[in-house]
């Protein structure tokens, strides 16, 4: 009896129960697209951080102090350096799946046609890497100078034909020294020669305008140091520092043992700076602060932002919710009337009632998550460009609330229809 | 006239009387205008917050002199600035680099006004004290670690004014006028962590650089720091570069690049989100409009069956819906300022705009919103016999 009046309650009046299923799915997938956005905002936002260039710098140990040092005597004093086959290390580390990009760098002078010395970097731009763990991974600084503006001609790809052979020519350079894209630059030190063509001419707003950019082979093979490297640039993303990385990136030492654990698998930019610090030889990895300070304030506050809008939001949904359904079954109030004139006891009257409610919420539920799971799709590929993750947290999450919001709505209502006398109800009072 | 008072007495009274189911309804009017004001208003001050927020990442214009002018003077600095609206400029920091020596090996010392090399650089962390006074200064970590200083030592720095090779042009001028080195001793107030060359330069005020030197030389750069947008930064450039020969600006390209391509992308997904969140809210309050409405269709079929015509049914039901969205449209406006001013405090510290416009616009479209909700089903149910409404089929 109780199941084939709550299935003719349902059949019967079928738009009024569609209406309600409808508004509940539309506030399960309002909750479910926000809760999914708002959980996925800090990796995205991170992501896409990444066009400052990198986070961490890696330079050998002896050089870090002596270099800038003493560069001011005008003498170019490099003794140490990292090296290259140790390279493929970075990606093995325990937050190797954090680290976007990387590439190495190696620093010389040469001198050209005319005579004038000129600093030329040999770099990766989209250098194809075999890893030890198996993967391959395409990275350079084609990713890490993302703010370069290619002026004429194009990005250098060693992986093209005969860019290995190729130099890129920063914009001042090839104003001063009347070079264009397509040219043959003949560039030369005291090691060799070398015929390259001008790949591209990039506006780099900064220091960088006033130099050549090469392959790392050539370079290498210019100051006759194959198979090292002056220094290495990471991009990795990371969790904003607070107290116990800063009291770490003083001295990891200085940590219980318990603090160090959780310091260490955090993605901390001062564990990951250690972690590379293990794996690369003789290198001290530091944060470049202006990329990773800046990341950590302008995360927590998109964070921050998007907690708060969906509070907002997932409020504006419960009320919405709980209001119509207080609206519908107030709307029953002569059945209800009658219901108890023929004898129906409270509590049945409520269980039906109930049982209805809660079976078109849970229809609207299921159908309002899915719902949200395309919003929220819509708003990654529209805003960032790739999907949202999706958490399994979140169906609990929404499940509950639907409940909770459900009952609230309905059972206030029930009891005051309940309060009423039949009589009065019935006679329309 | 008498007519137009029984509409409204009909209209106050079914408000009234109906009190709980009203203030369900008024309620679920307030909720969608309160999250329609609030978006709105949190969407068009994030670019202006967020802004504020990618200051950290430093200067994103700097000042250099011109090669053929007096240099980069204060005066020179102060006509560029007269260019850049006050309310706009974040930090200004001038630069002056000279090669000083500490226990005879050369260091790079940095003059600056401090308080601003604070301002444009607010991801520089200093262990110890920022310099506050003259005789202090800011040694970055890996000339502490060398001279093994920590703050609260002192450094005793001499700076032998250039002979054969001057370090800066400023300098040159002055290179024939042989002097003894001057000595002076500093107290360090703190170390400087960047990650970047700071680290290798000790950072002194102004007047200490004047004195050390024994000259006031024009400044070598100067770093500011603008919110504004990539297009007001090269009207900046332009205007700078046409009026004040002797100032070459220019831009940062990593920071200002950057910052136009994550604040788009921030404010893409505000705008997003708020339609996504507005759609589905308008939705809500429609159909619980409706729901409140549609319990009514007897009421409808017993006036139409006193001989109302469906014009006058509908235009009360109108009025009533659009009287409660203009009320709850009002009360969801202030909610919703409140609510835009509570995140804006939490997130950014900082207060919100108000746009006064948005009062009218939350009151219009809920009225809109509830009035469309209340037609269609008044609309159904005029359509209906009375006989068969009142029936209850």
Redo the contacts between chains.
């Keep these: 009896m109780f199941f084939r009046m709550i299935r003719g309650a349902l059949f019967r009046q079928k738009g009024?129960m569609l209406?309600?299923a409808?508004?509940i799915a539309?506030?399960a997938?309002?909750a479910t697209?926000?809760l999914n956005?708002m959980m996925d905002?800090g990796d995205k936002?991170n992501q896409?951080?990444k066009?400052?260039?990198a986070n961490i710098?890696v330079v050998p140990k002896e050089n870090?102090?002596l270099d800038?040092?003493?560069e001011?005597?005008g003498e170019e004093i490099q003794s140490a350096y990292l090296r290259e086959d140790e390279l493929g290390k970075i990606k093995t580390i325990f937050w190797a799946f954090n680290i976007v990009d990387f590439s190495p760098f190696i620093d010389t002078t040469v001198t050209l046609d005319n005579g004038s010395e000129v600093k030329l970097t040999g770099t990766w731009f989209n250098h194809h890497l075999d890893l030890p763990t198996g993967e391959t991974l395409n990275t350079g600084v084609t990713n890490l100078r993302?703010?370069?503006?290619i002026e004429s001609g194009v990005w250098l790809d060693e992986q093209a034909a005969g860019g290995t052979q190729g130099v890129m020519v920063g914009t001042q350079l090839a104003k001063d020294a009347g070079i264009s894209a397509g040219d043959t630059l003949t560039v030369s030190t005291r090691y060799g020669k070398k015929q390259l063509a001008v790949v591209g001419i990039y506006?780099?707003?900064?220091d960088e305008d006033d130099q050549l950019f090469s392959s790392l082979d050539i370079a290498q093979a210019l100051s006759n140091t194959e198979g090292c490297l002056s220094s290495i640039e990471v991009s990795a993303l990371t969790t904003p520092d607070n107290e116990l990385a800063r009291k770490a990136a003083k001295d990891p030492g200085s940590l219980s043992i318990a603090q160090y654990e959780q310091w260490y698998c955090t993605a901390y930019v001062s564990s990951i700076c250690y972690q590379i610090q293990e794996v690369i030889t003789g290198s001290i990895a530091?944060?470049?602060?202006?990329?990773?300070?800046?990341e950590g304030?302008?995360m927590d506050?998109?964070e921050?932002?998007?907690i708060?809008?969906t509070i907002?939001?997932l409020?504006?949904?419960a009320?919405?919710?709980s209001?119509?359904v207080?609206?519908?079954v107030?709307?029953r109030s002569n059945e209800i009337g009658l219901l108890k004139a023929i004898g129906a006891k409270d509590s049945s009257i409520s269980g039906i009632v109930l049982t209805e409610i809660m079976s078109t919420a849970v229809i609207g539920g299921v159908a309002g998550y899915f719902l949200g799971y395309g919003?929220a799709q819509?708003?990654g590929q529209?805003?960032?460009g790739s999907a949202i993750e999706m958490k399994l947290m979140v169906i609990p999450i929404v499940a509950i609330s639907i409940i909770v919001v459900t009952l609230a709505g309905s059972i206030p209502a029930i009891r005051?229809l309940l309060r009423l006398r039949p009589a009065e109800v019935l006679h329309g009072r | 006239m008498k007519k137009q008072n029984m509409f409204f007495r009909m209209i106050t009274a079914s408000l009234v009387r109906r009190r709980?189911?009203m203030l369900?309804?008024l309620?679920?009017i307030a909720?969608?205008a309160?999250?329609l004001s609030?978006?709105v208003t949190?969407y068009y001050d994030?670019p202006r917050q967020?802004g504020e927020?990618?200051r950290?990442?430093?200067a994103n214009m700097i000042f250099l002199g011109a090669a053929d002018s007096e240099g980069l003077t204060p005066d020179a600095v102060e006509r560029g600035l007269s260019y850049i609206d006050a309310n706009k400029l974040v930090g200004v920091a001038p630069y002056r680099y000279e090669?000083v020596n500490i226990n005879e090996?050369?260091?790079?010392a940095a003059g600056t006004d401090l308080a601003g090399a604070r301002a444009t650089?607010?991801?520089?962390?200093v262990s110890g004290e920022w310099p506050a006074a003259d005789g202090e200064v800011l040694v970055g970590e890996?000339?502490a670690?060398?001279f093994d200083v920590k703050a609260g030592d002192t450094l005793s720095v001499s700076f032998t004014p250039a002979t054969a090779e001057a370090?800066t042009a400023a300098e040159g001028e002055d290179a024939q006028e042989e002097t003894n080195g001057i000595e002076m001793t500093f107290t360090v107030s703190g170390t400087l962590?960047?990650?970047?060359?700071e680290e290798?330069y000790i950072f002194i005020s102004l007047a200490d650089m004047e004195a050390l030197t024994g000259e006031s030389a024009a400044y070598d750069v100067v770093e500011l720091s603008i919110s504004a947008t990539q297009n007001e930064l090269n009207a900046i450039v332009d205007s700078v570069t046409e009026n004040v020969s002797s100032v070459t600006p220019?831009?940062?390209?990593?920071?200002?690049?950057?910052e136009t391509?994550?604040l788009s992308?921030?404010q893409?997904?505000?705008l997003?989100?708020t339609i996504?969140?507005l759609l589905?809210?308008m939705?809500?309050?429609a159909?619980?409009m409706?729901?409140?409405v549609?319990?009514r269709r007897k009421e409808v079929g017993l006036r139409k069956a006193l001989g109302a015509s469906n014009g006058s049914i509908t235009m009360e039901f109108m009025g009533e819906g659009m009287l409660l969205g203009a009320v709850g449209g009002l009360l969801g406006s202030i909610l919703g300022f409140i609510?835009a001013q509570?995140?804006s405090m939490?997130?950014?510290n900082s207060s919100i705009t108000f746009k006064p416009l948005l009062i009218p616009i939350t009151i219009l479209v809920s009225i809109l919103v509830t009035g469309l909700a209340c037609l269609i089903p008044v609309r159904s149910a005029t359509d209906v016999d009375p006989a068969l409404v009142l029936k209850g089929e």
Excluded: H
């Design positions: 009024k209406m309600i409808f508004t539309l506030g997938s309002l697209a926000m956005v905002v936002v896409e951080l066009t400052y260039g710098t870090s102090v800038e040092l003493y001011v005597d993302n703010w370069w503006d506006n780099a707003g900064g530091s944060p470049v602060r202006q990329v990773a300070e800046s304030a302008i506050k998109t921050l932002l998007m708060l809008i907002l939001s409020v504006g949904a009320l919405g919710i209001n119509l207080t609206a519908s107030m709307e919003f819509i708003i529209t805003v960032f005051m | 709980s189911r369900v309804a309620l679920a909720v969608g309160t999250i609030g978006l949190i994030v967020m927020q990618f950290n990442y430093g090669t090996q050369p260091v790079v650089s607010p991801y520089w962390i890996d000339i670690d060398v370090t962590d960047t990650g970047g060359s290798n220019r831009l940062v390209k990593r920071v200002t690049q950057s391509t994550v992308k921030l893409s997904l505000v997003l989100v996504v969140v589905l809210t939705i809500c309050v159909t619980t409706m729901a409140v549609t319990e609510f509570a995140v939490n997130v950014f």
